[in-house]
C-alpha cells in the first residue's frame, strides 16, 4: 500500500495541471489531477496551506451543491476541494479504466485524490454517492481522516449479501434503482438523462423549490460521456447484477463486515428525505461510529440537503475541526 501511495504521490504530482480560471466571479479555481484510474476535474478554494477538507457530491448532482457550503470553511481558513465523482463533470476514465462505480471504488478514488494531491490527512463530508464513498474511506483509512459530516448516516453495504425486501414505501422510492437494472433503465437514462435527474431532484427534496437556472448550472455534468455506464454499474452493482472490479475484492469483502467509523462524527439527515425519511433515533446507526459527536435531523431540507441548509453542513465542519 504504501509504495503505491507513493506512486500515486509522484505520478499525480507530475502528470497534475492546474488550468488558472475562475467558475464565476470570486469562485474557486479548476483544476484536474490525475490517479491511477482518472483524470479527475475539481474545484479548489480556500489557502493552499489551510488544512483540506473534501466535499463530494452525490448522484445525480455535481461540485455546485457546495457553492454556499465553501465559504464559511474558507473564511476559517481551511482549503476547500470538491471533485467531481467518477463519471460526473470534468472527471474522465484513463485508458482502459473499467467504467465501474461500485463502493469500493468511489471511496479509494478519496484516497487517490488525497494521495495525487499531497495530502496526507483531511476532514471529509458528502451525500448520497459522496456519503457511501466518505463512507468508506473513513471504515478502510481511518487513519487518514480527521474528522467527518456523514449525511444519510451510515451507508456502508454488505453487496455478497441477497438483498433484502424493504417496507413497501421505501422500495416505491427506489423504483430507480430497479429501472436502472434493466436494459430498459440504461436505454432510458441515454436518452433522457437530464429529464430523469430533475424528476430525481423534485422526488427526493420535495420541498425544495429550485429553479430552471439551478438545475441549469448542474446538468451539464450529467453529459458526462462515462455517465451512463458509471451510474448503471453502480445500481447494478449494488444489487448483485453485475460484477465488481477485481482489484476491489478485497476491499468490498472488508466493507462487507460493515467496518466502524473511528473519526469524530456528526451525522445529518434531511428532515424531508424523499428517498429515506429517517427516524428521529437509530441505534444501529450509531452504533457504526465509535465517535460519534452528534446525530441531527435538519428541518428544512431533504435529499439534497447541503443545497437547502449549507449552514447546516459548514457548521458540522467547523464544530468538529474546533475539537482538540
Request: hydrophobic share 40%; proline share 8%.
Amino acid at each position: 500500500m504504501q509504495s503505491r501511495r507513493a506512486f500515486l504521490q509522484s505520478a499525480g504530482a507530475a502528470a497534475a495541471f492546474l488550468f488558472a480560471r475562475q467558475s464565476r466571479a470570486q469562485g474557486p479555481a479548476v483544476a484536474t489531477v490525475q490517479t491511477a484510474a482518472l483524470d479527475i476535474g475539481y474545484e479548489d478554494r480556500g489557502p493552499r496551506d489551510g488544512f483540506p477538507i473534501i466535499l463530494l457530491h452525490g448522484f445525480p448532482d455535481d461540485v455546485r451543491v457546495w457553492d454556499d457550503v465553501g465559504p464559511p470553511l474558507v473564511k476559517a481558513g481551511y482549503r476547500v476541494l470538491a471533485p467531481y465523482l467518477r463519471g460526473h463533470g470534468l472527471t474522465r476514465f484513463r485508458g482502459g479504466s473499467p467504467k465501474m462505480a461500485e463502493q469500493a471504488a468511489i471511496g479509494q478514488d478519496v484516497i487517490d485524490f488525497a494521495d495525487a494531491l499531497g495530502i496526507r490527512q483531511f476532514a471529509v463530508s458528502g451525500y448520497d454517492w459522496g456519503g457511501r464513498a466518505s463512507n468508506v474511506a473513513a471504515a478502510i483509512y481511518p487513519e487518514r481522516v480527521r474528522a467527518a459530516v456523514m449525511i444519510g448516516g451510515y451507508t456502508v453495504q454488505d453487496v455478497f449479501a441477497p438483498p433484502q425486501p424493504a417496507s413497501p414505501e421505501a422500495e416505491h422510492a427506489a423504483w430507480y434503482q430497479w429501472y436502472f437494472n434493466m436494459e430498459r433503465g440504461r436505454l432510458g437514462l441515454t436518452a433522457n438523462r437530464r429529464g430523469i435527474c430533475r424528476l430525481l431532484w423534485q422526488l427526493w427534496s420535495p420541498t425544495w423549490h429550485f429553479t430552471d437556472e439551478t438545475f441549469n448550472r448542474t446538468a451539464p455534468s450529467f453529459d458526462n460521456p462515462d455517465f451512463v455506464d458509471a451510474v448503471i454499474h453502480s445500481y447494478k452493482h449494488r444489487h448483485g447484477n453485475a460484477p465488481g472490479e477485481p482489484r476491489f475484492d478485497a476491499m468490498e469483502h472488508k466493507l462487507a463486515a460493515r467496518p466502524k467509523i473511528t473519526a469524530p462524527t456528526i451525522i445529518l439527515h434531511g428532515a424531508d428525505d424523499g428517498i429515506n425519511k429517517p427516524p428521529a433515533d437509530n441505534p444501529a446507526e450509531r452504533a457504526q461510529f465509535t465517535n460519534l459527536v452528534d446525530r441531527r435531523i435538519v428541518a428544512g431540507a431533504g435529499h439534497f440537503l447541503p443545497r437547502q441548509r449549507p449552514d447546516a453542513v459548514s457548521g458540522a465542519l467547523l464544530e468538529l475541526l474546533a475539537r482538540k
